[in-house]
Antibody, heavy 119, light 107 residues
Framework: EVQLVESGGGLVQPGRSLRLSCAASGFGFETNVMHWVRQAPGKGLEWISGISWNIGEIAYADSVKGRFTLSRDKVRNSLYLEMNSLRVDDTAVYYC????????????WGQGTLVTVSS | DIQMTQSPSTLSASVGDRVTITCRASRNINSWLAWYQQKPGKVPNVLIYQASTLESGVPSRFSGSESGTEFTLTISSLQSDDFATYYCQQYDTYPWTFGQGTKVEIK
């Protein structure tokens, strides 16, 4: 069974940093791509970053490029999102999700972790 | 970036109605389109991928189609469990982008 478990959310002041983690299990990682998707309160879904598990190719949305860094630990089967220079509009539930290895859509999602940026 | 324009933003319907939601891509996305359902406080759940392929376990009343850069999600006979928000998403080109969402409400 695929399991994606996010952690690291919380309340943080504007301009500060936070690191989110996603522990993954129950599937073969080599041909998958892992992602972060966020949802601000009462708003729609926003894809923010993805990483090819095997080759480490990374992509970012313009809204987070230069401030957020995505990485993975192949030994721990974990995904990380380092978020710097946080802004009030980064407040959202952050979901870890995986792409199907041959179908590419987001076929499994974690339960999400809430990040609140406020002074 | 590829823009995904979804309509309508809100839809009022009754149980048993046929419901259609449309999503238009700003350019060719080669059928790399998925539809997700999200209920309040819950995680999004994929319904359709590659424009028209039904995800395993999803009821057959859901279907997807495409015509060029226009994509359609159809619910053939709306059930009470289907009142939710629906999102389209392109995964042809980074950055991946979602439509704004369509909230299906009880009429």
């Amino acid at each position: 069974e695929v399991q994606l478990v996010e952690s690291g959310g919380g309340l943080v002041q504007p301009g500060r940093s936070l690191r989110l983690s996603c522990a993954a299990s129950g599937f073969g990682f080599e041909t998958n791509v892992m992602h972060w998707v966020r949802q601000a309160p009462g708003k729609g879904l926003e894809w923010i970053s993805g990483i090819s598990w095997n080759i480490g190719e990374i992509a970012y949305a313009d809204s987070v490029k230069g401030r957020f860094t995505l990485s993975r630990d192949k030994v721990r089967n974990s995904l990380y999102l380092e978020m710097n220079s946080l802004r009030v509009d980064d407040t959202a539930v952050y979901y870890c999700a995986k792409s199907g290895s041959s179908t590419w859509h987001l076929d499994s999602w974690g339960q999400g972790t809430l990040v609140t940026v406020s002074s | 970036d590829i823009q995904m324009t979804q309509s309508p933003s809100t839809l009022s319907a009754s149980v048993g109605d046929r419901v259609t939601i449309t999503c238009r891509a700003s350019r060719n996305i080669n059928s790399w389109l998925a539809w997700y359902q999200q209920k309040p406080g819950k995680v999004p759940n994929v319904l359709i991928y590659q424009a028209s392929t039904l995800e395993s376990g999803v009821p057959s009343r859901f279907s997807g189609s495409e015509s060029g850069t226009e994509f359609t999600l159809t619910i053939s006979s709306l059930q009470s469990d289907d009142f939710a928000t629906y999102y389209c998403q392109q995964y042809d080109t980074y950055p991946w982008t979602f439509g704004q969402g369509t909230k299906v409400e009880i009429k």
